[in-house]
């Protein structure tokens, strides 16, 4: 089963808009932690949000906010009022399984390329 | 932004041939991260590195290897390059007290 489901390859916004980007997680831990990274078509890897699983307020970056829903397992990252710089891949993340030596795997989707329309 | 910096940027080779990319950073942060991006796959782990000349394997490991003599410092070789190694390769760095990793800007490398 897939540890990380982006299920929207790609998506289409109006500038200004508000757009919600899917992420579900399987993992039976009880510590987690969830990411959204933006890959501009530069290349990068920017960090936009972290989200842990014991934490009780959604969290917000910004434009950025992270709906976190544990009991189904979803981790969506909201964008509110889209600009043009938005168009990017957008990838969810997943921490989680025992830490060995200060390291504890990190699971990434497969992105959602969204795509903002003037 | 996390100073993170990855050389070459970009690299064509030869099958065969041993290829070294390099990730430096200026954090200072103990854990550094070796991924590499194929499309469908988005990132794997190669190897990564929890402090100088202590580093372990990934879950995409085997053609690979790395070395860390500095913290600073943490060098990805392959040994005999293949076709199935051309990829885009991102270094990552995290700090013990956050659980978030910063990415380099990443290494394009094609294997001819």
């Known amino acids: 089963a897939q540890k990380i489901t982006q299920t929207q390859p790609g998506m289409f916004v109006q500038e200004k808009e508000a757009v919600t980007l899917d992420c579900t997680y399987d993992t039976s831990d009880q510590s987690y932690g969830l990411f959204w990274y933006k890959q501009p078509s530069s290349g990068e890897m920017i960090f936009l949000i972290y989200q842990g699983s014991y934490d009780e307020q959604n969290a917000t970056e910004g434009r950025y906010s992270l709906n976190f829903q544990k009991a189904r397992k979803s981790a969506n990252l909201v964008i509110s009022a889209s600009q043009l710089g938005d168009s990017a891949m957008y990838f969810c993340?997943?921490?989680?399984?025992?830490?060995?030596?200060?390291?504890?795997?990190?699971?990434f989707g497969t992105g959602t390329k969204l795509q903002v329309i003037p | 932004d996390a100073g993170i910096t990855q050389s070459p940027r970009h690299k064509v080779t030869e099958t065969g041939t041993p290829v070294t990319l390099r990730c430096h950073q200026t954090?200072?942060?103990?854990?550094m991260y070796w991924y590499r991006q194929d499309p469908g796959h988005g990132l794997r782990l190669i190897h990564y590195?929890?402090?100088?000349?202590?580093?372990d394997k990934g879950e995409v490991s085997d053609g690979y290897s790395v070395s860390r003599s500095k913290t600073e410092d943490f060098l990805l070789t392959l040994e005999s390059a293949t076709s199935s190694q051309t990829s885009v390769y991102f270094c990552?760095?995290?700090?013990?007290?956050?659980?978030?990793?910063?990415f380099g800007p990443g290494t394009r490398l094609l294997v001819l």
């Open positions: 590195s929890y402090g100088v000349k202590d580093t």
């Open positions: 990552a760095i995290k700090s013990p007290a956050r659980e978030t990793q910063y």
């Open positions: 993340a997943m921490r989680e399984g025992p830490r060995r030596r200060g390291y504890q795997k990190v699971t």
């Open positions: 954090e200072n942060h103990r854990y």
